[in-house]
């Protein structure tokens, strides 16, 4: 658990970085003195240290930004740096790097952690648990292992899972958190739509089931309030056209939440407060 580890006493600044990088894909030196709680000048320190003694283990992407200056720079873990880290976890999962394709996304999904820890106080960091796409996934699967115990089931369902972009738990109350950049068409939103339904409310042999333990609110955050109405739009017209199945007409739908980035931080402090 990403918090955990970044709280830890017995962890220097630069474990706690490279834990960082792993569990996020990447991260912008902005994003990591949030995370630790660090100054510019310790942040930069300790990077440029990291860089000097393991610099193998890591990979630097500069990003397009309309700002002169030094370029903004994203960080992320190499091949190297990810089985160092897996040998020291005790993590068996396949786990690749992140592709520089996908690297807008990740640093999307890390900025709604730092809103998340910006907007509450210090006390409150330690009520907060933020679970990786690969964890995610992991949690789904244990618990879907315990429903379905048969393993041929369970790899086919495996390829058909959803994999949410994290886990987050604040206080008593669990979100599965999906970052949109609106690039999406709407075909592939009804697939990552489908693919929940299909996760927590499984058919099998003309049996309907419910993992109640992965049944928890799925909320959406995008660009702006028009893709977040028109997502929203998407997944009651789905929910509609399943209904209208008679195979399908008694099949209990997801909690679904969109929101444009940003407006998520008032229903998180409220629960926080």
Known sequence: MLMELITREDLSVQEKMIFIMFDCGFVTRNQLQVLLQANQGEVNNQLFRLMKTRGEWFRVIDLQTKTRGRPTRAYGLSNIGINEVKIVRGIDQRIRPAKDYQVAHYLGIVDILVRILESLSTNNRNKITWVNEYQAQSFIFRNWSRKFPDYKVIKNQKKLMVSPDALLKLGSQSYWIEFDRGTERIDKLRERFKRYIKTIRPHYNGDSYHVKEIDIPIVWITISKTRAK???????????????????????????????????????KKIMD
Do not use: A, N
Not at 231 to 236: G, K, R, S
Not at 238 to 244: D, F, N, Q, T
Not at 245 to 266: A, H, K, L, W
């Open 230 to 268: 028109q997502m929203f739009t998407i997944y009651e017209e789905l929910k509609k056209e399943i209904s209208r199945d008679r195979r399908q007409s008694r099949t209990i739908f997801p909690e679904m939440e969109f929101c444009e980035v940003g407006m998520e931080i008032e229903k998180y």
